[in-house]
């Protein structure tokens, strides 16, 4: 499985942006990037995905290096209920649609 | 359209005892998957399933788990003989099509399976 290093805990205050990174030095040209979140005894959620481009939706924007060998979640105005584990995801064809959790990395918001 | 409905939600077994864990995908998905989180651990993949057919079981313990997704229904997670260690959160996950790696699963509240 691709393994992404993450911080395994960050914190911000609510109303301000958060900036999550995430390393995959080893991402192959046909992995896809995503993220999901856990927020506490519920199921995760997903957040967003990209290959190379940068990426926003309502919940996020994703920011790819150009070598692809990091990016990064953008959460631009946290609030308390971003309070989650966020997952940083390689998803690859050869894995059949099984994803791969690491530890993640804990965002704490405080009010 | 409703989410992924896992029940129960919670599950107590004894030792020795068996644990079946349902999943209804969202509707229109025929793509089903399990997790499986111990405590402060994240989560692990377990098996993909499609209606009838298991694509990959390469995370399932070699014994006493068994998964199906058949034609009707939901899918079942069934552990026999279940031990201490087998105490956990069972997550089943949907998606509608086979996208490869642009795919996103929705996940479902989980089980939380107790073993005394």
């Known amino acids: 499985d691709a393994k992404t290093t993450q911080p395994n805990s960050m914190e911000s205050n609510e109303e301000e942006p958060v900036h999550l990174p995430c390393n995959h030095s080893t991402i192959s040209g046909t992995d896809y990037i995503h993220w999901y979140r856990q927020l506490p005894s519920q199921g995760p959620e997903y957040v967003i995905h990209g290959l190379t481009s940068n990426v926003n939706n309502r919940m996020a924007s994703l920011a790819i290096a150009e070598d692809r060998k990091s990016s990064t979640l953008i959460l631009h105005r946290a609030t308390l209920r971003d309070a989650a584990v966020y997952y940083c995801i390689l998803n690859r064809g050869s894995t059949l649609g099984r994803l791969y959790f690491g530890r993640g990395t804990q965002l704490t918001v405080w009010p | 359209n409703a989410g992924v409905m896992q029940n129960p939600r919670h599950l107590v077994r004894r030792r020795g005892q068996e644990a079946r864990l349902r999943c209804s995908p969202m509707?229109?998905?025929?793509?089903v998957y399990w997790y499986r989180q111990l405590p402060e651990e994240g989560l692990k993949f377990m098996v993909y399933l499609q209606k009838e057919n298991i694509i990959d079981e390469s995370g399932m313990p070699k014994e006493r788990f068994s998964a199906e997704f058949p034609k009707e229904g939901p899918s079942i997670l069934r552990i026999q003989q279940v031990v201490r260690g087998d105490s956990a959160a069972y997550f089943c996950a949907s998606s509608p099509l086979d996208r490869g790696p642009q795919e996103t699963q929705y996940f479902g509240p989980g089980t939380r399976l107790l073993v005394l």
């Open positions: 509707k229109g998905h025929s793509h």
